[in-house]
C-alpha cells in the first residue's frame, strides 16, 4: 500500500443540482487519457459516496501531488450561469464530514487541501483547511518546541508550529515557517500580555504558557465535531417543546438520542450499515420514511424532512414514546426512556447519549418574541390559558376570557398531546399540565392579566 499523508478536495464543477454519475465522471477521465477515473471518491448529490479510483493506485486529480495524497470530489461547484460556487447540499457536507474522519482513522492524514491550493482554480470552490480541525493528528500537531529555543532567524517546521500557535491565540501573521520580525513582535505581545519575560524568544516558559492558553488538540477536535450539533438544538429544542408540548428535559432527551444516533448531526448514513436519518430509521420505518419524503415531495437529507417525520412518528406509530417521557424524571432518566421506547437501540451506548442531551439542554435557545401586555407567573384566567395555548400553537381563538367551540377544542388537542382525558374542558390537571410546559422554558409567561 503507498503512503497516503493528505486528503485534496475537489468538486467536478458542474451545475448545481445536475447529478453526475462515478461511471461518467470515468469516461470523461478516459476521455482525456487517463487510465481511469482520477478521483478516489465521489459525493452525490445526495451524500452517498461511490468508490472512484482504488487507494492502492495513485490518484490522476493534482498535479504534483498525488503520489502520497487520496482525492474527494463532491458533484457541483458551479452555479446556473456555470461561475464557481460552493454548491454542497447538506447531504454532501455531512458525507464529506464522516469520509475525512473514517480515513483519518486509515492513515495518517497530516492535511486536508484543496484542489485551489495547488493551482490557479476555484475548485473546490470552499476553503478545504476548516477540516484540518477534524485530523487527529494534523501537520505540526505534533511538533514539540518545548526543549528548544526558537528566536530570529530560525526556521524550520518547529517556526511554522510557533506561528499556528500564535495565529489561534489571536495574532494576525503568515505560517511562513520562518522566525521573521512580525513573529518576534508577536511573541514579544504575547508575552507581555501574559506577565513573562519579554524577549521576544520562545523558549520552555513561553511555550508552557501558550499551551497552557490554547485547548488540547482533543478539545478542539471536539469542539469542531460538536459544533453543528450545538447549531441544531438552539434551534431544535424550542421547537419540540412547542411542538409536542413537553418541557426542556424531554426535548433534550430527544435530541440527545438523535444527536448519538447521527453523529451530531453529521452522519446520516450509518457506517457500516443501512440506517439512514437523524434517527437511523432502519427497515420499516426507514421505508416509511422515504415513502413519506415522497408524498411532501422532500429531500430525505434535509432538516425539514428528518424533523417533519419524527414529529410525525411521535404523533402517530410512537405516540406512547410521549408518555414514557413524560413519566421518566430529570434528563437521564428521560434520555434513556426515549432510547427504550423509541430508538430501540442493539447496542445502547447511554453515556453518548447523555452527553448529547446534556449539550442541547445546555445549548438550547427559547426566546419570546412579541409585546406582551404583562408578565405572570401563574396561570388564573382563561384569558391567560388562551394565550398559552395559541403560543404553543394549539389555535385557542382570541384571548377573550370566553370559552367558545375554538378554545374548547384547542384544550382537547393539548390534553391529547399530554394523555389528559380528552373533554375539552378546563381542570386543575389542564392548569397545571399548561404552566409546566412554560416552567420548562425557562421564562415567565406573557400574557394577559385580565
Not at 432527551?253 to 440506517?275: C, D, P, T, V
Not at 390534553?415 to 392548569?431: A, D, F, K, R, Y
Request: proline letters at 3%; aromatic letters at 8%; charged letters at 20%.
Amino acid at each position: 500500500m503507498r503512503a497516503i499523508n493528505e486528503i485534496i478536495l475537489h468538486c467536478t464543477a458542474t451545475v448545481e443540482g445536475q447529478d453526475v454519475s462515478v461511471e461518467t465522471i470515468d469516461r470523461w477521465h478516459r476521455e482525456r487519457k487517463f487510465s481511469s477515473i482520477g478521483y478516489h471518491f465521489v459525493i452525490g448529490l445526495d451524500g452517498t459516496v461511490h468508490e472512484g479510483r482504488p487507494l492502492e493506485r495513485i490518484g490522476a486529480h493534482t498535479k504534483g501531488h498525488n503520489e502520497h495524497s487520496i482525492g474527494i470530489a463532491y458533484v457541483g461547484g458551479l452555479d446556473a450561469d456555470r461561475n464557481p460556487k460552493d454548491t454542497r447540499t447538506d447531504a454532501q457536507k455531512t458525507a464529506l464530514t464522516k469520509l475525512i474522519q473514517h480515513l483519518d482513522e486509515q492513515y495518517p492524514v497530516k492535511k486536508v487541501s484543496g484542489h485551489n491550493a495547488y493551482s490557479a482554480k476555484a475548485c473546490p470552490c470552499f476553503d478545504a483547511s476548516i477540516y484540518n480541525s477534524l485530523l487527529k493528528n494534523p501537520s505540526g500537531s505534533s511538533l514539540t518546541i518545548a526543549d528548544s529555543t526558537l528566536s530570529r532567524h530560525d526556521e524550520g517546521c518547529t517556526v511554522e508550529a510557533w506561528q499556528k500557535q500564535l495565529r489561534k491565540a489571536g495574532f494576525d501573521l503568515n505560517i511562513t515557517g520562518f522566525f521573521d520580525e512580525v513573529t518576534e513582535q508577536a511573541t514579544r505581545l504575547f508575552q507581555s500580555q501574559q506577565d513573562i519575560v519579554e524577549d521576544g524568544e520562545v523558549g520552555p516558559q513561553t511555550h508552557a504558557v501558550m499551551e497552557a492558553q490554547l485547548p488540547s488538540h482533543d478539545e478542539a477536535q471536539t469542539f469542531a465535531k460538536d459544533a453543528l450539533f450545538v447549531e441544531k438544538a438552539a434551534l431544535y429544542l424550542p421547537r419540540l417543546m412547542k411542538d409536542l408540548l413537553i418541557g426542556r428535559d424531554g426535548a433534550a432527551a430527544i435530541l440527545g438520542n438523535l444527536g448519538h444516533e447521527s453523529a451530531g448531526f453529521r452522519h446520516l448514513q450509518q457506517i457500516n450499515g443501512s440506517a439512514y436519518g437523524w434517527a437511523q430509521w432502519d427497515g420499516t420505518r426507514k421505508t416509511n420514511f422515504f415513502k413519506w419524503c415522497d408524498t411532501y415531495s422532500l429531500d430525505k437529507a434535509s432538516d425539514e424532512a428528518n424533523y417533519g417525520f419524527l414529529l410525525h412518528e411521535l404523533r402517530t406509530s410512537e405516540k406512547a414514546t410521549l408518555a414514557d417521557l413524560a413519566a421518566a424524571r430529570g434528563l437521564e432518566a428521560k434520555t434513556i426512556a426515549f432510547e427504550q421506547s423509541y430508538e430501540r437501540a442493539g447496542i445502547k451506548h447511554y453515556d453518548s447519549r447523555i452527553r448529547y442531551a446534556r449539550l442541547a439542554a445546555q445549548h438550547g435557545v427559547l426566546t419570546l418574541t412579541g409585546e406582551p401586555k404583562s408578565s405572570v407567573r401563574a396561570i388564573n384566567t382563561l384569558s391567560q390559558l388562551q394565550f398559552a395555548l395559541n403560543f404553543l400553537g394549539a389555535n385557542a381563538g382570541p384571548t377573550d376570557n370566553i370559552m367558545g367551540p375554538k378554545t374548547s377544542a384547542a384544550i382537547s388537542r393539548f390534553q391529547s398531546h399530554t394523555q389528559l382525558p380528552e373533554n375539552g374542558s378546563v381542570s386543575p390537571e389542564l392548569v397545571a399540565a399548561v404552566q409546566a410546559v412554560f416552567i420548562a422554558f425557562d421564562g415567565l409567561l406573557q400574557g394577559p392579566h385580565q
